[in-house]
């Protein structure tokens, strides 16, 4: 009688389950492929969404 370690493996081997654990990618790992700050493009994007806080500051002098 097999062992329920060796069934597992077989059952995982019949329905082609991969062996090796598949690495999971966060976000955090994809956006940094892209950029080397994304902390700092994210407040860019963000400022750039709202012109009225660059120009404020600069109005009430």
Do not use: C, H
Not at 17 to 28: D, G, L, N
Not at 30 to 59: C, E, G, H, M
């Amino acid at each position: 009688m097999p062992s329920t370690a060796s069934a597992k493996r077989l059952g995982k081997r019949i329905i082609g389950y991969p062996e090796e654990i598949v690495p999971v990618v966060t976000v955090k790992d994809w956006a940094t492929q892209y950029t080397s700050n994304p902390k700092q493009r994210i407040i860019d994007y963000l400022v750039s969404l709202f012109p009225l806080f660059q120009w404020l500051p600069r109005y009430s002098e």
